[in-house]
Nanobody, 121 residues
Framework: QVQLVESGGGTVQAGGSLRLSCVAS????????MGWFRQAPGKEREFVAG????????DYADSMKGRFTISRDNAKSTVYLQMNSLKPEDTAVYYC??????????????WGQGTQVTVSS
């Protein structure tokens, strides 16, 4: 059973930056994609970004391209999400996710508990 623990959420003004981290434990992550989803109030959970074990495959939701960067440190079983140029519409609970294979979509096998990101205007 894989456990995921996120950190790095908080409140930031529009245009600011945050870096989320997620540490995995409880199993080997070789052959697993890691990444992030988010869920805003009143909306469905949506894919944000994902990266496969080797780093060959990296995916972003269209609205995050150019602003968010995902990275992964396999030695530390950690995935990061650098978020720049944040907008109020980025306000959401961000969930770390893991899925067997190259991509995270359509849904993950394991989820973290979520970390709140609030962007004020």
């Amino acid at each position: 059973q894989v456990q995921l623990v996120e950190s790095g959420g908080g409140t930031v003004q529009a245009g600011g930056s945050l870096r989320l981290s997620c540490v995995a434990s409880g199993g080997t992550l070789r052959s697993y994609a890691m990444g992030w989803f988010r869920q805003a109030p009143g909306k469905e959970r949506e894919f944000v970004a994902g990266r496969d074990w080797s780093g060959v495959r990296t995916d972003y939701a269209d609205s995050m391209k150019g602003r968010f960067t995902i990275s992964r440190d396999n030695a530390k079983s950690t995935v990061y999400l650098q978020m720049n140029s944040l907008k109020p519409e980025d306000t959401a609970v961000y969930y770390c996710a893991v899925r067997y294979g190259l991509v995270l979509t359509p849904t993950a096998d394991y989820w973290g508990q979520g970390t709140q990101v609030t962007v004020s205007s």
